[in-house]
């Protein structure tokens, strides 16, 4: 019995746990998206993931359209989504569109937010959006070796803790760090690990009075949605495909049904 | 009923948005922008600020600089060709002593002992296995140079730099700068820099893109200029130039495709797709040092066996067609002989010959069989002494001098050479890019403009240089 516990907790253990199931994606427990800035090492994390071999470059937008995988960690299955890099989910180009709509509507059970170590600042800006959107994150600090050989530290207890989520240095291309990773995204992914994520302050008192009414509206109209918050702020800024969402009632269907790769590549 | 509801909550966030003010999209991305740089503040230490990227700075003062940014490209390209026509020669001829030489023969004596009909050997012998033994010996040594070697470029970061330097030129000529990246991308695959399209969001730039992206020499084109480079330019000068102008001759063809697709983007932007270009950022990627065993592993598995084997798939049935079409008579001559006859004295106006217009023809599938195409149909229809036996198939290759020797008694010229560069540069997408544009635009207009745009050039500029040719 003891000896069996030693062994769960042991990374070794653990990465043997993972079986690369490629691109036989049947059945799975849990979804995972795999979103970031661009040119952060996304692909190579879901080719170690996954065991595929999609094209990873040096080179910013590589990923147009969306790729997905799958793998097993601890006889659960995984279906994994690498999505199309992108700054931000506000504007409105089709890929950071194609991103949003997964996050929003997809309902990953894990969304892992690969980050580039040597631009931190950066890419918190999109952590923090993914944040508004959904609880359930997980963020990859990829390219640490870069970092280090930059001269650049960063303190990871610290992160995770003012974030509210796991934060896991990585450095993919070494494939260092995906035990670990593959650990907290099967903890979050179950339930075991709450995320508390940081929620961007809003200034204005006016702001989070609206927000706030707006938010009991929406719910009561699409009970259950989960992310009513985000929808309510998007509302108030005009989004005109959230508006539309809204006028046609989509964001209703969107909730029930799992939308296929397919339809969302070409939203 | 429920509509109503869904309208009451516009309505409301209207009404709302009115006491908010305009400014509210702004004020939410700047207290984002706030909060991450007040993290990471907290988290981020930097020990010794001047060391940072230094190196990185240091290159990119080079890489992109104004002055040596687009000859520094040149030269390495040069480079890389020059690398790939020195290195493929021996290895290809190995492989086609193997294939053609022992291979072939052998094949076809065990299906005459085992008395099959002449019919069936040769098509399967002389038709499908020829062709796909041809294009294994032509295109997989110059690939399995080339593509590891593209392959460190990019990983090593280089190739963003290559559209920040030409993202000017793209603005100027009223196209979105993106396009720099996926006419790089069609230096690999054209079907897939039209997919990489996506990235432009304009439907007018992406447009451009799309039809101009065929004017970047792809995977299938690049061992066709090689060959025809070291044969007819290579064998033009003094051997011991004649690797460093043959591979300056294909990248002065690859330069002549980005001044194509900047002049043909030009003139879209100023008649049919009228427009502004877009701004957009392009982030640096930091210098990476490559990963080489990884390198090899996936450009040799994913590129290269990838292609070779596209190639064979289409090279099988096309040697059929082409056993076929010089085997079934019509009057005591061939089909292909009679299509060669009747189109010669056109053909020859551009400086072509029949041969090469009835191999485009046949290769329309297929970038990658052109060339053994043109070998086959050559020596099927010229009846070559020495190397034709039988119908013409059991001849024997085993150097680019013999390749050579087969084009010259074909009737072969400089200028043909220059031309077949030229027309392969400037002629129609093929099957898979043609289907990719259709996909893409879902425009049956746009893909027979993209189809047929670089032909007409083609046939333009071949004419125009044979003329002038002439004059000389």
């Known amino acids: 019995m003891k000896i069996n516990q030693d062994c769960e907790n042991c990374p070794v253990h653990n990465i043997g746990n993972l079986k690369k199931l490629g691109i036989n994606m049947e059945q799975y427990d849990f979804v995972v998206a795999l979103a970031g800035n661009p040119n952060t090492g996304k692909s190579t994390v879901f080719n170690n993931l996954t065991g595929l071999r999609q094209h990873t470059g040096n080179w910013p937008g590589k990923t147009v359209t969306r790729a997905e995988g799958a793998f097993e960690y601890n006889s659960k299955k995984f279906k994994i989504v690498d999505l199309p890099g992108t700054y931000s989910l506000l504007s409105t180009s089709t890929d950071e569109e194609v991103a949003r709509n997964f996050i929003l509507f997809g309902q990953p059970d894990v969304t892992v937010v690969v980050v580039d170590s040597t631009r931190l600042e950066r890419n918190l800006n999109l952590v923090l959006q993914v944040a508004e959107i959904t609880n359930r994150i997980v963020v990859c600090l990829n390219l640490i070796d870069e970092a280090e050989r930059h001269n650049i530290e960063i303190d990871v207890r610290s992160l995770s803790r003012e974030l509210g989520v796991p934060v896991i240095a990585a450095a993919a291309r070494q494939k260092e760090g995906m035990d670990e990773l593959l650990k907290f995204v099967y903890e979050v992914a179950n339930g075991e690990y709450v995320c508390k994520p940081y929620r961007i302050s809003d200034d204005s008192k006016l702001l989070s009075k609206a927000v706030v009414k707006l938010q009991k509206e929406i719910e009561e109209s699409f009970p259950g949605l989960p992310n009513s918050r985000w929808v309510a702020l998007r509302l108030l800024e005009g989004d005109q495909s959230i508006i539309e969402a809204v006028r046609s009632g989509e964001l209703k269907n969107l909730l029930n049904t799992e939308i296929s790769s397919k339809e969302l590549v070409n939203v | ?472």
Request: glycine share 6%; with cysteine.
């Open chain 2, 1 to 472: 009923m429920k509509n109503n509801q869904f309208d009451k909550i516009i309505a409301e966030a209207n009404n709302l948005r009115i006491d908010l003010g305009n400014e509210l999209h702004d004020s939410l991305m700047e207290s984002i922008y706030k909060d991450a740089s007040k993290i990471a503040s907290k988290v981020v230490t930097v020990k010794d600020e001047s060391k940072k990227y230094k190196w990185d700075q240091k290159l990119d003062r080079i890489i992109t600089s104004r002055w040596f940014g687009l000859p520094l490209m040149f030269l390495m390209l040069a480079a890389v060709f020059w690398i790939t026509i020195e290195g493929a020669n021996v290895p290809s001829s190995m492989l086609a002593s193997l294939l053609v030489d022992t291979f072939h023969p052998m094949l076809k004596n065990l299906f005459i002992d085992w008395s099959i009909p002449n019919f069936i050997t040769g098509v399967l012998i002389d038709g499908a296995y020829l062709a796909a033994a041809w294009v294994i010996s032509v295109m997989l040594p110059p690939m399995a140079i080339f593509f590891p070697l593209f392959t460190l470029l990019e990983d090593f970061g280089y190739l963003p730099r290559v559209a920040f330097n030409m993202d000017g030129l793209y603005k100027k000529v009223g196209a979105h700068g993106k396009q720099a990246l996926t006419m790089a991308m069609g230096f690999g695959c054209n079907a897939a820099g039209i997919v990489a399209t996506r990235v432009i969001d304009s439907p007018r730039e992406r447009l451009i893109a799309i039809i101009t992206n065929n004017f970047s020499l792809c995977n299938g084109r690049w061992p066709t200029q090689i060959l025809i480079a070291t044969i007819f330019i290579g064998g033009a000068v003094p051997a011991y130039l004649a690797g460093i102008v043959s591979a300056g001759a294909v990248v002065f063809i690859a330069v002549l495709g980005i001044a194509f697709s900047l002049l043909v983007s030009w003139g879209l932007s100023k008649t049919v797709l009228r427009g502004e270009a877009s701004t957009f950022s392009l982030e640096l990627p930091p210098y990476r040092p490559p990963r080489l065993l990884q390198t090899l592993y996936t450009s040799l598995i994913d590129r290269t066996i990838f292609v070779l084997w596209r190639a064979i798939v289409f090279a099988i049935p096309a040697g059929i067609v082409i056993w076929l079409v010089s085997n079934i008579n019509i009057n005591n001559i061939s089909i292909a002989e009679h299509f060669i006859t009747n189109v010669n004295p056109y053909a020859l106006l551009f400086g072509l010959n029949g041969v090469i217009i009835l191999a485009y023809i046949i290769a329309i599938p297929a970038n990658e069989i052109v060339i053994p195409t043109i070998l086959m149909l050559t020596v099927m229809t010229a009846k070559i002494t020495g190397m034709g036996e039988g119908s013409g198939v059991m001849f024997e290759l085993d150097s680019v001098e013999q390749t050579a020797s087969i084009l010259y008694s074909g009737g072969w010229t400089l200028l043909t050479g220059i031309n077949l560069m030229l027309f392969s540069l400037l002629h129609n997408p093929c099957s898979t890019t043609i289907f990719t544009i259709y996909k893409e635009t879902k425009s049956i207009k746009w893909t027979l403009v993209s189809t047929f745009l670089p032909i007409v050039l083609g046939i333009g500029v071949t004419f125009f240089v044979t003329q002038v040719w002439r004059l000389f």
